[in-house]
Nanobody
């Protein structure tokens, strides 16, 4: 079992930045790839970014490329999502998730409870 807890969400103005954190506990964190997903009201959950177990391989949705950056510090059991140049369409609940191998699909084994990000003028 892996427990995941997201933090760092909040209200931010258009063009602003936020850094989300995903803290893990339970099994060995470096055994798992981690993904970030988001779900806006009335929409399906969508892939945002993912990172491999050793942090070398990353993937991004086209909608966030060049604006978001995913990273991890295995010694701290934490994955980060740095979000810059935020837009209203980035408003959503953001979830982190873990699985043995990195992927862009949503078939991750473990999920956090989510953190709300609201981008407003």
């Amino acid at each position: 079992q892996v427990q995941l807890v997201e933090s760092g969400g909040g209200l931010v103005q258009i063009g602003g930045s936020l850094r989300l954190s995903c803290a893990a506990s339970g099994r060995t964190f470096s055994d798992y790839a981690v993904g970030w997903f988001r779900q806006a009201p009335g929409k399906e959950r969508e892939f945002v970014a993912s990172i491999s177990r050793n942090g070398i391989t990353t993937y991004y949705a086209d909608s966030v490329k060049g604006r978001f950056a995913i990273s991890r510090v295995n010694a701290k059991n934490t994955v980060y999502l740095q979000m810059n140049s935020l837009k209203p369409e980035d408003t959503a609940v953001y979830y982190c998730a873990a699985r043995p191998s990195v992927a862009t699909t949503n078939d991750y084994r473990y999920w956090g409870q989510g953190t709300q990000v609201t981008v407003s003028s």
